[in-house]
């Protein structure tokens, strides 16, 4: 679909071509004709909804309610909801957007009509036709039948079984990290909490997912660190977003003809780079022995794809391994698609799993009592449509005093009497997280092992509470954590 940008450039093409062809005043007459033809077309789509007896906040001229949205999506849906209740209506640009908390509407969407809704919309992902991008050839872009195709692929490599096997590069990892703790309790130095869980997070990825050994906790001024960081700085609302919002096919137009993408070109094009390196080494080590003892991602996520019957695909000397049969090939998944799984991987659990763990860290120090029990458990035998998220994980009826730190929330009693659906941080149905047991696993491994030797404290440097954060995309403390270890002695 063409955006506002778009829809502007091609009016004034049109306009060109008719002072061009006809006379002054059959020129002007036609031209105000257009125009007002576009106007009264644009300005219609902001009573979507009214006509539809759903409610709406009004919106701006070609943008409707995007602006409101990229600015700050956790005010603008608290205020909305708090004005029109539970469902209602906005405009993304000149696209309607249905939004809701109602449980019953999100069972819909998420499970008993899932055939219906099973696309993602992207706010830059435009078209994905031919597309050669890491970015755009991942599951959370790919739409219809080629999501079903690599959804399907992917899975095996995240059953609990194979996800197991990840546990000796999540120990690895935070082997290290415990190294650094013990440096800075050594120096009586305050932890950069936000600096240290970026660094295991990056660094315990890059193990599991692509088998790579790489010093990534101690230098944050690292190459991969660095473009990583980059990335997630879509935060900042620049031109260049601007440009791919309203000019969406144009965007998609320089990335698959020209390989430039508006945004973040210089570091995807290094990881792909740098993936590719991974893949192609993977790949030739598995060709001579398909029973390594790695167990990385690449090798698992390889490895399901030849003991899994799904949809063909067209042919592509890329596929896979070259000595595989020809069903294999039909299949299988291209050596873009791999890389952009990993890519995926990268994407989606370096900050959220460093934000949310550093987060835990820092409640914890302000609430003892609670980092108490966590380590007694953790000794116990055994132990090992757009849906406005913060609506529901905020929502006052459901979680009483929802800014105050109380674990209690999820313990067995509380949560058997509330509907999972109010709690849905890796979504929920068909499309939820597919690294979502990753993500669990690994922030368990991460803070157990962190609690089972060190105790995290405040300090001069620490912050009070309440913290302020920001939530445009990842929620992050606007201002630095610190905090202090002292080593648990038994």
Not at 309 to 324: L, Q
Not at 383 to 395: A, C, G, K, R
């Amino acid at each position: 679909m063409l955006g506002i940008g778009e829809y502007i450039c091609l009016s004034i093409i049109i306009v060109l071509i008719i002072s061009a062809l006809f006379t002054k005043y059959v020129a002007i007459g036609l031209i105000v004709t257009i125009t007002s033809f576009i106007i009264w077309k644009v300005n219609n789509l902001s009573y979507y909804w009214k006509k539809r007896n759903i409610p709406s906040p009004k919106g701006k001229f070609g943008f409707g309610n995007l602006l409101e949205i990229i600015s700050n999506v956790k005010n603008y849906d608290k205020r909305w909801k708090e004005e029109f209740g539970e469902t209602y209506g906005i405009m993304m640009g000149l696209k309607p957007n249905l939004t809701t908390t109602n449980l019953d509407i999100i069972k819909e969407i998420y499970v008993k009509q899932f055939d219906k809704f099973i696309d993602r919309e992207g706010l830059l992902a435009g078209s994905t036709r031919k597309e050669k991008s890491i970015y755009f050839n991942s599951i959370f872009i790919k739409k219809g039948e080629d999501w079903r195709r690599i959804r399907n692929l992917c899975s095996p490599a995240f059953t609990t079984g194979k996800i197991k096997h990840f546990v000796k590069f999540f120990n690895a990892t935070v082997d290290k990290t415990l190294e650094i703790l013990q440096d800075h309790e050594k120096k009586d130095r305050v932890i950069d909490i936000e600096e240290l869980c970026e660094g295991m997070a990056i660094d315990s990825i890059f193990k599991t997912t692509f088998g790579f050994n790489a010093d990534l906790q101690e230098d944050p001024s690292n190459i991969i660190r660095s473009y990583a960081k980059k990335i997630f700085e879509i935060n900042k609302f620049d031109l260049r977003t601007l440009f791919a919002v309203l000019f969406p096919e144009l965007s998609t137009i320089l990335r698959i003809y020209f390989n430039y993408h508006i945004r973040n070109d210089k570091e995807i094009k290094y990881f792909t780079d740098i993936l590719s390196q991974c893949y192609d080494k993977r790949k030739k080590e598995l060709e001579k022995d398909i029973h390594s003892e790695s167990s990385d991602f690449f090798k698992v996520l390889l490895q399901s794809l030849n003991e899994n019957d799904t949809n063909e695909v067209e042919d592509d000397k890329e596929i896979i391994f070259e000595k595989a049969t020809q069903k294999q090939k039909r299949k299988g998944l291209s050596k873009v698609e791999i890389l952009a799984q990993g890519f995926l991987f990268l994407l989606v659990g370096y900050e959220t799993t460093a934000s949310t763990t550093q987060f835990i860290l820092f409640m914890l120090a302000h609430h003892q009592e609670y980092q108490d029990k966590c380590r007694e458990e953790i000794f116990e035998p055994g132990t090992t449509v757009s849906i406005p998220m913060f609506n529901l994980h905020y929502d006052e009826k459901i979680y009483p005093q929802p800014n105050i730190f109380d674990p209690e929330r999820f313990s067995s009693e509380q949560k058997a009497g509330r509907d999972p659906l109010y709690y849905l941080p890796f979504g929920y149905g068909p499309r939820n997280c597919i690294g979502m047991r990753y993500a669990y696993l690994s922030m368990k491994v991460y803070l157990a092992r962190f609690l089972l030797n060190y105790k995290f404290k405040t300090c001069d440097e620490t912050l009070p509470l309440p913290l302020e954060i920001i939530t445009k995309r990842i929620t992050k403390p606007i201002k630095k954590l610190y905090l202090k270890a002292e080593k648990v002695s038994y």
